[in-house]
């Protein structure tokens, strides 16, 4: 009877935290959610990273729905300098998950004007503005037809644009720093042709043309204390860009998968979805194989290879292997499959790190 009458207490008690704890874990959570933003809002991604080159990993996905990864998207800090290359949808988000004040951003760079590529660019032109007070505004570098884009995204948010100004004033959304302004160039024609864009404090980032029929398209090369990272950008296999990536430490290349766009392919046509089984065929046309991505780091020598702008998307987990396994049958050195929040560092002083930044 003892044990009996024991045991039923115990479970009074049991059941009385589990009401306690059911009551009150929303001030519990608002604890956890306080100490959390004390971090957060103070949290600088640079300040835990070397002096070097870091290739920070924004959006890795693809104009396909894929909740793990953001529109494309690569940040790139070369010593005290912060860039950013494209800006798809989520990419602003992850930036800011990631730690990265984007107010710092110097200038972002687009490699072409598809839409997955541009998408998330009013975002973080209103993170720039907003985050720190920017009194220039976001310096959007590209191909011709960028400031057309800027234009309409600037005209697009006009409104809103004004309804900060008024709400908050001019010292916290100074009007100078609000939307965008754009830079454009033209793209070299000549295959290993290249035009600088940057030349400061011993950063130098140059771009190239790339083979993305009908777009126009470019890749970028940054250098950085005798380090240097290369952007493929979206593109078929480039002779271009296997000239511009000669002896880079690292090359960030896209990939599509035939064997797996195959299957959504077959998939589509099996729905009744010509038009989307037309897409899934047209787009081998103009991306790259895991295997001739692997080629052009093979002939290029680069120290190591990140695969990301994923086709398809990649929502199960080992999925990424098949790119990366088919990437090292044709290179011999590291293949990574970039994932949202990835850093991959080149310091200064030689190697290479990885580490992974994503708060949530």
């Known amino acids: 009877m003892?044990?009996?009458a024991w045991l039923g207490g115990l479970a009074a008690l049991v059941i009385a935290a589990g009401v306690g704890a059911y009551f009150f874990r929303g001030e519990i959570a608002t604890r956890i959610f306080e100490r959390a933003a004390r971090q957060?809002?103070?949290e600088n991604l640079r300040t835990g990273l070397p002096d070097g080159l870091h290739a920070i990993f924004c959006g890795t996905g693809s104009p396909l729905p894929d909740r793990t990864r953001a529109g494309p998207c690569l940040a790139v800090l070369a010593g005290q300098h912060l860039f950013i290359f494209d800006a798809g949808d989520g990419a602003s988000e992850t930036l800011q998950l990631m730690g990265v004040q984007q107010n710092e951003i110097e200038a972002l760079f687009l490699t072409h004007l598809h839409s997955d590529h541009i998408d998330g660019l009013d975002t973080v032109a209103l993170q720039h503005w907003a985050s720190g007070a920017s009194r220039e505004q976001l310096n959007v570098i590209g191909p011709i037809g960028t400031a057309r884009v800027v234009a309409g995204l600037n005209e697009a948010y006009a409104i809103d644009q004004g309804y900060r100004m008024a709400h908050h004033g001019p010292e916290v959304m100074p009007p100078s720093g609000a939307g965008m302004r754009a830079t454009e160039f033209a793209i070299p024609l000549a295959d290993g042709e290249e035009l600088e864009l940057w030349n400061k404090d011993g950063v130098r980032i140059v771009t190239f043309r790339v083979t993305h029929t009908p777009t126009e398209a470019v890749g970028y090369r940054i250098e950085y204390a005798n380090r240097s990272i290369t952007i493929s950008g979206d593109t078929s296999r480039s002779q271009s860009l296997t000239q511009a990536a000669q002896g880079t430490d690292l090359l960030v290349h896209e990939a599509i998968s035939p064997r797996l766009d195959a299957i959504m392919h077959n998939a589509s046509q099996a729905a009744g979805r010509e038009n989307i089984?037309?897409?899934f065929n047209d787009i081998l046309d103009y991306h790259t194989s895991p295997e001739d991505a692997g080629h052009v780091a093979q002939e290029a020598g680069v120290g190591a290879l990140a695969l990301t702008h994923f086709l398809p998307q990649?929502?199960?987990?080992?999925?990424?292997?098949?790119?990366?396994?088919?990437?090292?049958?044709?290179y011999d050195g590291p293949v990574f499959a970039a994932r949202d929040g990835d850093v991959i560092s080149l310091p200064r002083t030689g190697g290479m790190l990885r580490s992974h930044h994503l708060r949530f």
């Not at 990649?314 to 044709?330: E, H, N, R």
């Open 277 to 279: 089984g037309a897409i």
């Open 314 to 330: 990649t929502p199960i987990p080992g999925l990424t292997d098949t790119f990366v396994q088919a990437a090292k049958s044709t």
């Open 2 to 4: 003892k044990a009996r």
């Open 40 to 42: 957060a809002v103070g």
